[in-house]
């Protein structure tokens, strides 16, 4: 037994917690939707769990004017609110809320003061009234008005009279115990008919809201002869009790009023006095001759439990009638006429056959609208059901279990409740309802697949449907109501959430922002769907999400790099025949497949342009021979893309005759003169390089003498330079211009780990006044290794020769060094040997570079798979990994050639110095 005390006691004190009420305020006619309250802040409640905790209001009343949000807890209007209407003219009107929620089940009780709206004016019950006062009435005497109605309270009611000025009368405002101002006309001259039978006023009614309203009255007094007594009644106060089944024609009391005039001035009248409310009028009725008040309508104590009732007296005699005044108050009494009134505000059903003893299955709450004993109730149910009631607090009680529930014995119970009231006689009611016995959630939810594939375009907008996966659950209710959501376990650190969402309820997955092909070619995106059961269950599944590409990258000219506006320039010579290679225009697309496939075209131009360009290579080539008259031609070359539609970048290529290479050169250089001590400095140079030279040929024959008793049947610096256990395959390029100046040079060898060098040789445009400069970044080469890399290649310069020579067939490219795509362009180029001694120094320089990188084996700039040239116009930090797929469009404008061992050809003398001066196309232009 005691165990069961402190389990009730346990109870008692929980739900003593549950039912401390929160008080909010709204005010009247407030829009739909306007927020009363935050519910869940107050209660203590996280508004993630709302949904799963069932969050609703309890009591139809509750229902009717107010609603609850789940996303945010707040309590809304739902409904127009009146406070006039709900509350009459009551000065508090409050509404009681209740709010129940679920796992556990919980009430709520809150009140919601209803504040009221200045949305009334005052208004007076007549709009003209005539008031006849004798001439012979007393300075001082009062003339009771009617007072302004306004269905408002508080401050919003009428708080003020004014009356219009006059010369008469002044206005003096009562105010009675229950708060209501009653107008007094006060006599401040006295009257004289003769003077001014008549007199017009006007009372204005305002109340105290803000903005202020107000009401107006037209009075008009006529001035009467004399008639100097009014009635009296014996109280100017009555007070009597009655029951409120008080039957219809029962005498309430009888008032009394006396005249001590005679005659007809004597004669006194009954009448409800103008400060009697409508209400009361229909309920009660004065006799004009008793002044008997009897009960004409049906009295209801929970209506109202008192009335007030103002009595007006007047004499018939006379010309005007003379009035007295009195008040009667009706208190009315409680009787037990009102039944229990059962309100179920939850049932949990159907419950869990596992739920333990003690379980909250219902919320009831009790009203009784008789006060005292008559409003005191008490619940009942069957002994034999496993349930038993509890109360909470005043007027609620919650229905738990009492003992083990069995699904297979007992599908559902049919539960009555009945409530009695503690009146005499009492009255009682019972409410009887299904409670349904459920299973326990032991079903997971299952995906019609595990793994599912999905495509969608890339830049789509956000918000586009990517897939809907599909997962059913056996059980029921809400053990079968699933929910989907995204696993957010990440992609390159970014959140998978940030790329894609999903709709909980139909698993249909949306894009949250534009992907990009460029960045992202395929997601995995790994789905849960969860039931809402208790344990929920879930299980997952695993959405490929493949992004098709899109074309929205325009081509990017990577050569010539220029900046935006400006042209790139290219000079030719003059001499240049038709199917001269110009230059070549290299882009790339940022894009895959066909929207990755370039062309290029010349803009049409206004005068015929003697250039072509190959539609897939990007070759500009000389269409026919420059005339004399022409000493430039601008181009614009543009590159489109095979996209839908098609994208385009352009770049703008001036292209001028060099007919004076050698004094151009010189002059753009802009050098200061030169000093003796340069002219000896540049002398010994000379002679070193001369030196180094004849030293070389000497080499490459000892070189080639080598090769040819070894066999080998290629007489190349390549085939026969080859050490043990390494293969550097090294090699030099290089492209002449007609006259014989060194238009591009490229050296470089190919080892087993791809390295881009870059060199940079500075010439003066004498070659007595040269400066030489060699650099070769990022080489770890030894002197050793640099000296024999250079006795197998310097051997190639011996000398150079007097005058221009013609090209040699055997230096040319192979079908797979010929630059495009796959080496396939058309027609071969050679390359002409330099004739004079300024070009001389500038290619043993570059050979020099070549083979000590060679003698590495970590060169890139040689080989024989289109990479010609790469290294050398771009430096280390531009390899074929940038761009690997469009090898074929590097290209290195001018002449090409590749330089092998033509000895005969080559005259031992030394040439003489140009005469001229000319300015290199070389890495520094094409920045």
Known sequence: AWKWQVLSLFLLCGWGWVSGQIHYSVVEESELGTVVGNVARDLGLKVEELPGRRLRLGSEESLRYFAVRLDSGTLVVSQRLDRERLCGAAASCVLSVQVVTENPLQLFRLEVEILDLNDNSPSFPTAHRTLRIAESATVAARFPLESAQDPDVGSNAVSSYRLSPNSHFSLDVKQQPDGKLFPE????????????????????????????????????????????????????TYRVKVPENTPVGAVLLRVNASDPDEGPNGETQYSFGVHTSDSVRRLFALDPHSGEVRVSGALDFEESRFYEIYVRAHDGGGSPAMEGHCHLRVELI?????????????VSSPVQEDAAPGTVIALIGVKDSDSGDNGQVHLQIAKELPFKLVSSFKEHFSLVTSGPLDREKASGYNITVRAVDSGSPQRATQKTFYLRIADVNDNAPNFSSPFDTAHVQENSLPGTSVFTVSASDPDEGSNAKLSYSILDNGMQDVPISTYFRIDQDNGTIYTVRALDYEQDKVFQVPVEVKDAGSPALSSTAVVHVFVLDENDNAPSIVYPSVPKGSAFHQAIPALAEPGYLVTKIVAVDADSGHNAWLSYQLQQSAEALPFQVERRSGEIRLAQALRESEDS????????????PSLSSSVVIVISREENSVQDFSKSLDLPPSSPEDTNLTLYLIISLVSISLVSCVMFGLVAARCLKAGSASWTLAGCCRGTGRKPASHFRGQMKPDGFIKYLDVGGAGLTSQAQNYTSCFSPMSE?????????????STAETVAAYEQVASTLASPCDGQAQPNTDWRFSQTQRPGTSGSQNGEEAGAWPNNQFDTEMLQAMILASANEAADGNSTLGGGNGTMGLSARYGPQFTLQHVPDYRQNVYIPGSNATLTNAAGKRDAKNAAPAGGNKKKSGKKEKK
């Open 633 to 644: 031609h601008r181009l614009v070359v543009e590159v489109r893309d095979n996209g839908t």
């Open 769 to 781: 006044q040269s400066d030489f400069l060699f650099v070769k970044p990022f080489s770890h080469s």
């Open 334 to 346: 409680d009787i037990n006429d009102n039944s229990p009134e059962i309100l179920l505000t939850s």
């Open 185 to 236: 006309l006060v006599l401040e001259r006295a009257l004289d008919r003769e003077e001014q039978p008549e007199v017009q006023l006007v009372l204005t009614a305002v109340d105290g809201g803000s903005p202020a309203r107000s009401g107006t009255a037209q009075i008009t007094i006529q001035v009467l002869d004399v008639n100097d007594n009014a009635p009296t009644f014996d109280h100017t």
